[in-house]
């Protein structure tokens, strides 16, 4: 369940989790991603819908388990679904408060642990070998997800805002990026399906999961090569030729460029 609060700068996310100051939390968000215009609402939706989104810590990051009432649990951090610059997981750090969580804090993992060990300094040693141990669980984690994370669904229609002429072309860019959330939210291609039956080893654990990636790189790889950036994704190009994926004419239709 989302909600905003209309007379402050609060974002809820389900019934616990709060940010208490929007503004300065995409203030920084939109510095560390490179990005503009980033809605809350994808993110709390990434939240809620994709797989090891929140972990739980107490003041030696050590993980925690929110269903155990005994547990000491000093901190939540939530997965934004965004990347930094560096493509390095972004985290939202939230404050326990019996149970309901708050904050506005910003930051990749290591950022996060240097910010434990400020405030308890005695569990420096502590905090560092759970945080190495902590970024390996996360891979783990996040391996099972049907979208790894937001910042494909960003970069495209940051594309097209950069590649449109804004004088002659305010609404077709709108039209755009409806068709995009569309494209990604829209039942599974036929072709997706045939993929399914003749994979000799399935990865994944749902057809949209599948789906969602046949979507990715048929976006993604007309981008590259239009960049002539081929080199390090032959094998992505010979499986999207090898499947004859929908490259056209629906991703042509939303890449295109702007004209007059």
Known sequence: MLQTNETTSEFYIGNNIVIDDTEMMLSILEKETGLENID????????????????????????????????????????????????????LSLINHKGYFSGHF????????????????????????????????????????????????????????????????????????????????SKPLDITNDIADILLVNNWQSIRGLDRYIKIIGVRIPQLIEQNKTDYFHRQIRFIRLCHLPQAPLVQSLYAPVHH
Not at 65 to 89: A, K, M
Request: aromatic share 12%.
């Open 106 to 185: 910003i930051g990749t993992a290591h950022y996060l642990a240097g910010t434990v060990i400020k405030y308890y300094p005695e569990n420096k040693n502590k905090v560092i070998e759970n945080e190495d141990r902590f970024k390996e669980k996360y891979k783990r984690k996040i391996a099972d997800r049907e979208i790894p994370n937001l910042m494909g669904r960003y970069h495209a229609i940051t594309e097209i805002k950069t590649n449109a002429k804004p004088e002659a072309a305010t609404v077709t860019v709108a039209s755009r990026e409806a068709k995009i959330r569309e494209y990604w939210d």
């Open 40 to 91: 809350l609402k994808d993110m709390a939706e990434f939240v809620e819908s994709q797989k090891a989104t929140k972990f739980y810590f107490d003041r030696a990051l050590n993980g925690k388990n929110i269903l155990d009432s005994r547990s000491d649990i000093e901190y939540l951090w939530v997965d934004t679904g965004f990347l930094d610059t560096r493509d390095r997981p972004l985290f």
